[in-house]
């Protein structure tokens, strides 16, 4: 899952990225790329609801800002801002009857808004993660 994410990172033209997967009904971090290390403890288990991560899994859909430094949606978590990460999106990595099994997020390090064609690619890109159907 590693080097699957840091391929997407690079191909997304992207600083950071994270995959969490759901486990006993937490995230749980499997794979990052360009978090810091104080962050990478913080986010290892994150709950659903919780920070963009938990959000995109809690409502099975894409959570972005386009400055996470800046951002009073009230999406982002506090600590995030610690990441460098300003433009930054997070999709529900989906099975094949669309239920949520994890999250994939990405960011940049400059102001940034996801348009929805890169939505979409990233979205495709969080089913191709997916285990196939009855594996």
Known sequence: MQERLEELVRRFGADTGTLHWIEDGVLVLKGQV???PH??????????????????????????????????????????????????????VRDASGRVLGALGIGVHRVYEYTPEETDRLLAEAARLAPPAGG
């Open 39 to 92: 962050i990478v403890e913080i986010v290892k288990r994150v709950p659903i609801g919780k920070g963009m991560a938990g959000l995109a899994a809690e409502r099975n859909a894409p959570v972005n800002a386009c400055n996470i430094q800046t951002d009073t949606s009230g999406d982002v978590r506090p600590r995030a801002k610690e990441t460098g990460v300003n433009g930054a999106i997070v999709v529900p």
């Open 34 to 36: 360009g978090i810091p």
